[in-house]
């Protein structure tokens, strides 16, 4: 009998979180880092059908003139994040991801965004014509590789927030009007998640832009049976809230204040320092907190660029709070890390999820990876392990998920 084949589709191929997570992966087929990182690694889902690591190949969209090895490299050095023999040690095997990494689109993107393309990006003359060309490379590398299931997976830079009832609300009315001059008002994520669902791929969404959050893009996901979740992968500060807010509700502690401070200098920060792509950030990060504690206390979070930070990003927190008599005390904490490492066992987790999902024969909506996400569609619920027990009850069922977190 022949093996499985499954894909890995990385928007933003050779940034720091797919590349990361394409060395990974490959690491992984050799056992030759450890799975820390990895939620399907628990022990706890061992008995799950989950793909392996070996049935995985990747492919990927990109706007600029970079190689993947040549960036691994580069990262290496740069962020000291991992041991720059890695990459030697599989120089071969990455090399070979290369040719199908395919040219991505520019149509609907910023200035600040397309100062980033490569001459040789094609000139979409509308968002048709974008949307049926990645259609055509998904499918192309879907026959090539015979692959079982290909995931789609949004790891590029984080796009401005749009009009979203300015537009169409039924894929019937968004199609034709696609073709027009004014359809630049759409972003590109939006147009990757239109040709992953085209081509009947599964679609993540691991950045704050649209992506697949419009009525008439998920009316299509719904149509062709496809299935999908977002948004903006929850890996630090904000994972972070997700754990320690809880506390003080439960604890009928009363925040008065929460004051956030982020730094940090790969790309993702120095598209993030134009101030209207950093407001898609801001708002996944700062609405968590009311959701928790049932009200909303005054809260301030930051985002700067620190170049000499390279991947590294910090974040300091100020928690003010009240207790007993309404004594007012205070919480600090500071977290770092490196914000490619701990992204991409997100990105494989996901795959590997929207996989099993895609065996059970699920369509649309994927609530319960809500615990990834900062914004999670369709969940209000921010409490970390209350999200946690929703994929747990998912994978392995009420009553085995209650056995295995107790």
């Not at 500060?237 to 003080?248: C, D, I, R």
């Not at 929460?258 to 950093?278: E, M, Q, S, T």
């Not at 504690?293 to 930070?309: A, N, R, W």
């Not at 609530?367 to 999200?387: E, I």
Request: aromatic residues 10%; hydrophobic residues 45%; neutral net charge.
């Amino acid at each position: 009998m022949a093996a499985q084949r499954y894909g890995v589709w990385l928007v933003g191929a050779c940034g720091g979180v797919a590349s990361t997570a394409t060395l990974g992966l490959i690491a992984l087929k050799h056992r030759a880092i450890p799975t820390w990182g990895l939620v399907t690694e628990l022990p706890r889902f061992a008995a799950l059908p989950l793909p392996g690591w070996e049935e995985f190949v990747v492919g990927g969209h990109e706007i600029r003139p970079v190689v993947l090895v040549d960036e691994l490299r580069q990262f290496a050095r740069h962020n000291r994040a991992f041991e720059p023999g890695l990459v030697d040690a599989y120089e071969a095997e990455l090399t070979a991801v290369q040719p199908h990494i395919r040219w991505g689109t520019v149509w609907g993107a910023t200035e600040a965004i397309r100062k980033l393309a490569g001459p040789d990006v094609p000139e979409d003359h509308s968002a048709c014509q974008a949307i049926e060309r990645i259609e055509t490379d998904l499918r192309q590398f879907q026959e090539e590789h015979r692959l079982e299931h290909l995931v789609v997976i949004h790891v590029a830079s984080t796009e401005p927030p749009i009009p979203k009832d300015e537009l169409p609300r039924t894929w019937a009315e968004l199609w034709p009007w696609l073709s027009r001059k004014e359809a630049t008002i759409i972003p590109p994520s939006c147009l990757y998640a239109i040709a992953a669902f085209r081509a009947g791929c599964s679609y993540i969404n691991f950045t704050p832009s649209v992506g697949p959050d419009l009525p008439a893009i998920t009316e299509l996901a719904l149509q062709r049976r496809c299935r999908y979740m977002g948004c903006d992968g929850k890996t630090g500060e904000t994972l972070l809230k997700s754990v320690l807010a809880p506390l003080f509700a439960q604890r009928n502690l009363r925040v008065l204040s929460w004051v956030g401070y982020n730094i940090f200098g790969n790309l993702d920060a120095r598209i993030l320092d134009h101030p209207a792509h950093k407001t898609s950030k801001l708002t996944t990060k700062d609405q968590l907190l009311g959701e928790v504690l049932g009200y909303k206390p005054q809260t301030h979070v930051s985002i700067e660029l620190v170049e000499s930070l390279g991947d590294w990003k910090t974040a300091w927190d100020h928690v003010h709070f009240a207790g007993f008599f309404g004594t007012k005390m205070v919480l600090h904490f500071i977290w770092q890390g490196c914000d490619s490492v701990l992204a991409a066992p997100l990105v494989l987790d996901l795959a590997r999820w929207s996989i099993l999902a895609w065996k059970r024969g699920e369509v649309g909506l994927m609530p319960f990876l809500a615990s990834y996400f900062k914004s999670p569609y369709g969940v209000s619920q921010q409490d970390f392990f209350a999200q946690f027990q929703l994929l747990e009850s998912w994978a392995l069922g009420p009553q085995a998920a209650k056995l295995a977190g107790s």
